[in-house]
């Protein structure tokens, strides 16, 4: 193998694990999203649950499997996180329209990064394909380098080392 594509290879091998990583990055975030939509979705799906006259003995969750028991009057709103931690009070239809915005740019971006990451993948399967090229192009001009070699040997009589007679070691040595 020349020089030039041995190192060709290992920018190759080099730009192929660096965009795997990146995948595996990107991967990473759309689990992440998801899991702020699917968030999301569960608090719209609790706020159309309340009826329209308010609710008697809800339960509402305080986080680690705690929950308590609240009356829900037909005129209370919800506080919703407006941007930068800041909170205000909404109505119930507020709230539920400020999480389905919020939802429809959230599934913006989680398009935007899925169709970046098969951008990426196409890319480290075109990376990949070529460090195979050039490899198994190697292999191709190792074999036949190998091959001429073998002809070479066969070519030229075998010769064989000349015993001295005497000048062997016995077991009795």
Do not use: C, W, Y
């Not at 996180?81 to 205000?88: F, Y």
């Amino acid at each position: 193998m020349t020089e030039p594509d041995r190192a060709e290879l290992q920018r190759l091998a080099q730009l192929v694990e660096v965009n795997r990583e990146r995948l595996q990055a990107l991967e990473q975030q759309i689990r992440n999203l998801e899991g702020i939509k699917i968030e999301q979705e569960h608090a719209m799906e609790a706020l159309q649950s309340i009826s329209v006259d308010g609710a008697k003995g809800a339960m509402v969750p305080l986080g680690a499997g705690v929950q308590i028991v609240a009356d829900i009057p037909a005129d209370a709103g919800a506080v919703v996180d407006i941007g930068s931690r800041v909170q205000a009070e909404k109505t119930r239809p507020e709230a539920l329209e400020i999480l389905k915005k919020r939802n429809d740019e959230l599934n913006g971006i989680i398009d935007s990064v899925s169709n970046e990451h098969d951008e990426l993948e196409n890319h480290v399967v075109s990376l990949a394909s070529r460090f195979n090229e050039i490899a198994n192009g190697a292999q191709e001009q190792a074999k036949e380098g190998q091959n001429e070699a073998e002809q070479t040997q066969v070519s030229q009589p075998i010769r064989r080392p000349r015993r001295k007679r005497g000048t062997e070691l016995t077991l009795d040595d």
